[in-house]
């Protein structure tokens, strides 16, 4: 029988891991209102988190406590990890809180990175207003005290904020700006549109352009105290010498590297080891993407025959609809994967956001919540409707039918994310379930990442196999592959302070063939949320790796949907740590 569960940090006996990853759950949630939003969880609908000094300390606490409370519910060893969920959850939730606490403990991230509070704070009322997972009255109820709530919040940061590289402060001030237009402009028009067609429900509309309005004036703030940050006035911890000038400033460095590998990703390789192998599959993913190239003259001549290969103005948005259709057919031919019932359309982004999506985490396809009522997924792309002709036959090139196929279908709302959100959502671990749900500005929790990444560009590969993709797509796809190792590259490499971003943005531009400003912006992302770019690209070899070696075993017994039902039943856990327990358990 289950003992009753302790209170937590009181030092008492043993707790049972249910009392225990209860515990974690509800101070996880309660620390990370906007995330349990998105998670489908409402209890804290109404709040921003406590991000101020004294509430820093007091989540650092908590968390200190509940590592306390999983050792005390049995936590295995990281190489004890055998049974699932019950082992693998409570490994999981510590790994979590292990690196929130050193994210915190490092001087950076909250205390560094401006665009994770205006990333809360814009998303804490769009989380709300997008997503219509309860009545409007209650959601802008909400939405109004988070609004209300705004100043104050980002007055914290001026506190719990020691340095900040200058390109992130511009990422920062470019958000308050955009976030300035959307709740001035934009709002009040949602709103006005509501009113005139008698949508309101009775919600108070007056109050929440009001919030709008007071938070507006809170992001106007934010924006003139980042524009005054001084640069020659930021503490230096003592116990950091390396904090100085940028580049440091941009980097984690090994040791808070290794930490996420080991702990969030469950790689044992150290990272310098880890880089070479990123760089050999650099060098052989490019070596390919040049021998496909031969026939058509090069890369360049390939990008311009993708782009010429689109469907007409009048068929733009039916095309997404009609590979997300074929793209299921063809799994279900080859006995891919089994489709939850999860159905999703491709509509237009509302017009609440659509002029402020692209300078925001505004996500195309952002995971449904877990917890939420299931119904019909809205995918969201631009519109072509207010476009120039000329704009639209730009925007038509840009969004060609390889993206359409690559991104937008297979790798996100398809079989990729979408399939594996809603295996996910099923699973045995209550980790897996919510660790890779899209958050403010990153996804809920690091562990998800390598499954959730690696599912998501694996897939592109495994439908390339099929010959789903046509030959110019598969050019694309390998493309694709130089960029997946490319970016693992970066990440490694910058965090291990081998490069700076100007050397990140060089090596995308010459490895990653990106534009100059596309690679500025990727470089820049990286240094902000370290041991993230390398996930696509380990999670990706990881899965195929475990495909082998199971193929190898079950020999001409090796179904492919049973390997990849299975492998996705986990939820979004690591990889490597998937494979220990497949392969065990057929070894047991």
């Given at each position: 029988?289950?003992?009753?569960?302790?209170?937590?940090?009181?030092?008492?006996?043993?707790?049972?891991?249910?009392?225990?990853?209860?515990?974690?759950?509800?101070?996880?949630?309660?620390?990370?209102?906007?995330?349990?939003?998105?998670?489908?969880?409402?209890?804290?609908?109404?709040?921003?988190?406590?991000?101020?000094?004294?509430?820093?300390?007091?989540?650092?606490?908590?968390?200190?406590?509940?590592?306390?409370?999983?050792?005390?519910?049995?936590?295995?060893?990281?190489?004890?990890?055998?049974?699932?969920?019950?082992?693998?959850?409570?490994?999981l939730?510590?790994?979590?809180?292990?690196?929130?606490?050193?994210?915190?403990?490092?001087?950076?991230?909250?205390?560094?990175?401006?665009?994770?509070?205006?990333?809360?704070?814009?998303?804490?009322?769009?989380?709300?207003?997008?997503?219509?997972?309860?009545?409007l009255?209650?959601?802008?109820?909400?939405?109004?005290?988070?609004?209300?709530?705004?100043?104050?919040?980002?007055?914290?940061?001026?506190?719990?904020?020691?340095?900040?590289?200058?390109?992130?402060?511009?990422?920062?001030?470019?958000?308050?700006?955009?976030a300035?237009?959307?709740?001035?402009?934009?709002?009040?028009a949602?709103?006005?549109?509501?009113?005139?067609?008698?949508?309101?429900?009775?919600?108070?509309?007056?109050g929440?352009?009001?919030?709008?309005?007071?938070?507006?004036?809170?992001?106007?703030?934010?924006?003139?105290?980042?524009?005054?940050?001084?640069?020659?006035?930021?503490?230096?911890?003592?116990?950091d010498?390396?904090?100085?000038?940028?580049?440091?400033?941009?980097?984690?460095?090994?040791?808070?590297?290794?930490?996420?590998?080991?702990?969030?990703?469950?790689?044992?390789?150290?990272?310098?080891?880890?880089?070479?192998?990123?760089?050999?599959?650099?060098?052989?993913?490019?070596?390919?993407?040049?021998?496909?190239?031969?026939?058509?003259?090069?890369?360049?001549?390939?990008?311009?025959?993708?782009?010429?290969?689109?469907?007409?103005?009048?068929?733009?948005l039916?095309?997404?609809?009609?590979?997300?259709?074929?793209?299921?057919?063809?799994?279900?031919?080859?006995?891919?994967?089994?489709?939850?019932?999860?159905?999703?359309?491709?509509?237009p982004?509302?017009?609440?956001?659509?002029?402020a999506?692209?300078?925001?985490?505004?996500?195309?396809?952002r995971s449904?919540?877990?917890?939420?009522?299931?119904?019909?997924?809205?995918?969201?792309?631009?519109?072509?409707?207010?476009?120039?002709?000329?704009?639209?036959?730009?925007?038509?090139?840009?969004?060609?039918?390889?993206?359409?196929?690559?991104?937008?279908?297979?790798?996100?709302?398809?079989?990729?994310?979408?399939?594996?959100?809603?295996?996910?959502?099923?699973?045995?671990?209550?980790?897996?379930?919510?660790?890779?749900?899209?958050?403010?500005?990153?996804?809920?929790m690091?562990?998800?990442?390598?499954?959730?990444?690696?599912?998501?560009?694996?897939?592109?590969?495994?439908?390339?196999?099929?010959?789903?993709?046509?030959?110019?797509?598969?050019?694309?796809?390998?493309?694709?592959?130089?960029?997946?190792?490319?970016?693992?590259?970066?990440?490694?490499?910058?965090?291990?302070?081998?490069?700076?971003?100007?050397?990140?943005?060089?090596?995308?531009?010459?490895?990653?063939?990106?534009?100059?400003?596309?690679?500025?912006?990727e470089?820049?992302?990286?240094?902000?949320?370290?041991?993230?770019?390398?996930?696509y690209?380990?999670g990706?070899?990881?899965?195929?790796?475990?495909?082998?070696?199971?193929?190898?075993?079950?020999?001409?017994?090796?179904?492919?949907?049973?390997?990849?039902?299975?492998?996705?039943?986990?939820?979004?856990?690591?990889?490597?740590?998937?494979s220990?327990l497949?392969?065990?358990?057929?070894?047991?």
């Open positions: 029988m289950d003992q009753p569960a302790a209170r937590v940090g009181d030092g008492a006996g043993a707790l049972t891991p249910s009392a225990a990853l209860d515990r974690f759950f509800d101070v996880y949630f309660r620390q990370r209102p906007v995330t349990a939003t998105f998670t489908g969880l409402h209890r804290h609908d109404d709040r921003l988190p406590d991000w101020s000094p004294e509430g820093l300390e007091r989540s650092r606490a908590e968390m200190a406590a509940l590592r306390a409370d999983l050792r005390r519910a049995g936590l295995p060893a990281d190489g004890d990890v055998r049974a699932f969920p019950a082992d693998v959850d409570l490994a939730a510590d790994a979590t809180l292990e690196i929130a606490m050193a994210e915190y403990d490092s001087g950076r991230f909250v205390h560094s990175n401006p665009t994770l509070w205006t990333g809360e704070a814009i998303f804490g009322a769009l989380s709300l207003l997008t997503r219509d997972f309860a009545p009255g209650t959601r802008v109820e909400h939405a109004r005290a988070r609004l209300e709530s705004t100043p104050h919040f980002l007055a914290q940061a001026r506190h719990a904020i020691l340095r900040a590289p200058k390109r992130w402060l511009a990422k920062a001030t470019g958000e308050c700006g955009t300035v237009t959307l709740l001035r402009e934009a709002l009040p949602w709103l006005a549109a509501l009113d005139h067609d008698g949508a309101s429900g009775g919600a108070d509309l007056e929440l352009a009001g919030a709008a309005d007071i938070a507006a004036k809170g992001f106007d703030d934010f924006r003139r105290w980042l524009g005054e940050f001084d640069t020659p006035g930021w503490p230096v911890p003592s116990s010498p390396e904090w100085g000038e940028s580049p440091s400033r941009e980097r984690v460095g090994e040791e808070m590297l290794s930490l996420l590998l080991r702990r969030g990703h469950w790689v044992t390789t150290p990272p310098a080891d880890l880089l070479r192998e990123a760089q050999d599959a650099l060098d052989d993913a490019t070596a390919r993407l040049g021998t496909l190239c031969v026939p058509y003259g090069g890369w360049a001549a390939v990008q311009d025959l993708l782009a010429a290969q689109h469907p007409p103005a009048d068929r733009w039916a095309r997404f609809g009609d590979r997300w259709q074929q793209c299921r057919d063809a799994s279900e031919t080859y006995a891919l994967v089994t489709w939850p019932e999860a159905p999703l359309r491709y509509v982004y509302p017009a609440l956001v659509k002029d999506a692209p300078q925001l985490y505004y996500m195309h396809y449904p919540a877990p917890f939420d009522p299931v119904g019909t997924f809205d995918y969201v792309v631009p519109g072509l409707d207010d476009l120039a002709p000329a704009q639209v036959e730009a925007r038509l090139r840009t969004w060609n039918d390889s993206v359409i196929t690559l991104n937008h279908v297979v790798h996100h709302g398809a079989i990729g994310h979408h399939v594996q959100n809603h295996h996910a959502y099923r699973s045995a671990s209550r980790i897996g379930r919510v660790a890779a749900v899209d958050a403010a500005c990153r996804i809920s690091f562990v998800g990442g390598s499954l959730a990444e690696g599912w998501a560009c694996y897939v592109c590969d495994l439908m390339d196999e099929i010959g789903f993709l046509t030959p110019l797509e598969a050019v694309a796809q390998q493309h694709t592959r130089v960029r997946l190792a490319a970016r693992a590259v970066a990440d490694l490499t910058l965090h291990l302070g081998r490069s700076d971003i100007a050397g990140i943005t060089a090596h995308y531009e010459d490895r990653a063939m990106m534009t100059p400003a596309a690679a500025r912006a470089a820049v992302r990286n240094s902000m949320y370290p041991g993230a770019a390398v996930m690209w380990l990706t070899r990881e899965i195929h790796r475990l495909r082998r070696e199971v193929a190898r075993r079950d020999g001409d017994a090796f179904s492919p949907r049973r390997f990849h039902d299975r492998l996705l039943s986990y939820g979004a856990i690591p990889v490597p740590l998937i220990r497949m392969l065990g358990e057929a070894a047991s």
